[in-house]
């Protein structure tokens, strides 16, 4: 089975705003609309998924010849939390113990670092290599 795209990661592949995208692929076939139907005291609700095959006929057709569509990687979801501290506590204390770390040294740098990440776009934060400190 294809994969299945959001409104918005078609957006973002089309490069044109989620409106749009819902215009162009409700009716289409193998777009699956999760949303409601309208009734006479309801508002039609869409939630569209778009499989990426769908999306590349889509293109393939619009352009003339075949098209493969490279999904940008989903960020992880977080939402805010009140206890966010205590649970950041407990990972690294576990990542710790099971690294057997007690070197104050390391959770410095850890501290350092991750303060760090805050200033960087976090899609690049695999393409950063740190320096070895000493």
Not at 50 to 65: D, M, Q, R, S
Not at 87 to 98: C, E, H, M, T, W
Request: aromatic letters at 6%.
């Amino acid at each position: 089975m294809s994969e299945l795209l959001t409104v918005s990661e078609a957006a973002l592949v089309l490069k044109c705003s989620e409106d749009a995208v819902v215009r162009r692929f409700a009716k289409l076939p193998g777009v699956i609309d999760l949303g409601r139907a309208e009734t006479r005291t309801r508002r039609r609700y869409r939630v569209l998924r778009i499989p990426k095959a769908v999306l590349e006929k889509y293109l393939a057709t619009k352009a003339g010849h075949p098209v493969h569509v490279e999904v940008p990687d989903r960020p992880e979801r977080r939402r805010k939390n009140d206890g966010w501290e205590n649970k950041a506590i407990l990972n690294l204390a576990k990542a710790a113990v099971q690294n057997d770390c007690r070197d104050k040294k390391v959770f410095r740098r850890i501290m350092d670092r991750a303060r760090v990440l805050t200033l960087v776009p976090e899609n690049l934060w695999p393409e950063i290599d740190w320096l070895e400190d000493e």
